[in-house]
């Protein structure tokens, strides 16, 4: 009877059923979370391997053994206990407010020192309870200390302190966040971190470190804002010859096919006298405007050959007579079944030209006004699905051609891209028409040649279609309130 009458029984026989039983269910929990790849997962662990035992131990200990809360082990155990229950509140808080955050949320471009304030915040008060409570400091005296103390240390400190107060009031007026993009006067980059003390500016050379005294005394311009579009203007010059509405155009096409290009908003070209040309692209980040830069004045590079026109006032010579005839002789004569005589006949209209890498040489939907021959490089031919988006469809190497559908004047069905440089022959529709109508046998074989690429473009825009249908898309994840 006295051992059914006792409290310490009961309280026996719950830690020995409940702890084993928790135990299961925070490991099938922690199954669960891991499987979902969930940010909760590493604190349901803590709570499973430490938290959850030392709550056994301390309750078999003072409910169970009956030993008093004052005693000194029983305070360690607390306190040990109260520490792991910081970390797990401070680690949760920061997997649900902060990690699972979207990318383009405030949670997410809150600066790192204000997450450093409201930590220590935390710290401090789980602190003053747990000195309170478990070992009966008086927190008053303890407060009153710790403020004489910061008032010496903040007089030793004066400057390490002032730009700390600097970095404060700064960034709780916000004038920028993180990857928004500066521009000091001295350095402009990208923001990837803001601390206690300082700015970190990724330039692209490496990480200059501003610090937050200095910001908050001078000027800088915020890239970013009102909106994250950003307008990259590119400088060229041509020769005094060069037709200025010719160029104007040649330069505008060129910077129409940038990848990084804004699409709602088309680029513009003006003539700035002198031969000189300013080129306005609208792009979506600064963060693109040295790879976009390079990639338009490499393009342009290539575009002005094509076009005739001077670029820095050079000529170009490299469609010779006898690199026409060469070409003609290895891939166009194999590929149209032509004679020397026919050969001879195409050597005044044809033109040998260069893309440069990645440039797009046709695009889906656009009637070619004559056939392009690929004498050296390669050539990738894409396909353009129901959504808008570009799949690649197959390649092409040397000796094949383009613009099949010239003769027909129909519609491109594959956009096609240079892969590398690419050396290609043009001729004009209107020269090959009467050799081509010429040859029957050639004409079926053409024929073919365009069902069969047409076939390749529709599979794979089916592929990507059914690839598309058959992943389903994730469950939008709920917000945490």
């Excluded at 600066?111 to 747990?130: E, H, N, Q, S, Y």
Aim: charged share 20%; with cysteine.
């Amino acid at each position: 009877m006295n051992l059914f009458e006792s409290s310490w029984f009961y309280w026996a026989i719950g830690i020995a059923v409940g702890f084993p039983v928790c135990l299961i269910l925070l490991t099938e929990l922690h199954r669960t979370l891991v499987r979902r790849r969930s940010h909760l997962a590493r604190q349901v662990s803590l709570l499973r391997n430490y938290l959850l035992p030392l709550g056994a131990l301390l309750l078999l200990v003072v409910k169970a053994s009956q030993i008093p809360a004052g005693d000194g082990s029983v305070r360690i155990l607390t306190t040990v206990f109260g520490l792991l229950v910081l970390v797990l509140v401070l680690s949760a808080l920061n997997a649900t407010v902060f990690e699972s955050a979207p990318e383009e949320s405030w949670r997410k471009r809150l600066p790192a020192i204000f997450i450093d304030v409201a930590r220590f915040g935390v710290i401090g008060v789980g602190l003053a309870v747990m000195l309170s409570y478990i070992w009966g400091v008086r927190i008053g005296g303890l407060f009153t200390a710790l403020g004489i103390t910061s008032v010496v240390i903040g007089l030793m400190l004066q400057n390490s302190v002032g730009q700390v107060v600097s970095g404060l009031f700064m960034l709780f007026e916000q004038p920028f966040r993180i990857n928004d993009w500066l521009d000091t006067g001295t350095t402009r980059g990208r923001v990837v971190e803001v601390n206690w003390r300082s700015v970190h500016i990724d330039t692209g050379s490496g990480i200059r470190i501003m610090p937050n005294s200095m910001l908050a005394s001078t000027s800088f311009t915020n890239l970013s804002r009102p909106s994250r579009a950003y307008d990259c203007a590119i400088t060229t010059k041509f020769a005094a010859g060069d037709s200025p509405d010719k160029v104007c155009a040649m330069l505008t096409r060129v910077a129409g096919a940038l990848p990084a290009r804004k699409p709602e908003v088309l680029p513009t070209t003006v003539a700035l006298g002198g031969a000189q040309y300013r080129t306005t692209i609208r792009l979506t980040s600064p963060a693109d405007a040295e790879a976009t830069e390079a990639t338009f004045l490499r393009w342009v590079w290539y575009a002005a050959r094509r076009a005739r026109l001077r670029l820095d006032g050079a000529d170009d010579n490299y469609s010779t007579k006898q690199r026409v005839e060469k070409a003609l002789r290895t891939v166009v004569a194999p590929a149209l079944r032509l004679s020397h005589t026919d050969q001879q006949s195409l050597v005044p209209y044809a033109k040998l030209v260069r893309y440069g890498a990645d440039e797009i040489i046709e695009s889906a939907g656009q009637v070619s006004s004559g056939m392009t021959f690929l004498v050296a490089g390669r050539v990738r031919l894409t396909a353009t699905t129901e959504d808008g988006s570009v799949v690649p469809a197959s390649i092409l190497d040397e000796g094949s051609f383009l613009g099949l559908t010239a003769l027909t004047r129909q519609p491109n069905l594959a956009g096609a891209y240079a892969l590398d440089e690419v050396t290609a022959l043009q001729i004009e529709r209107e020269h090959l028409e009467h050799l081509v109508m010429r040859k029957p046998l050639l004409l079926q074989d053409l024929g073919r040649l365009i069902e069969e690429r047409q076939t390749k473009v529709r599979e794979a825009a089916h592929r990507d279609r059914v690839g598309h249908a058959q992943v389903a898309p994730p469950e939008p994840a709920k917000p945490v309130r």
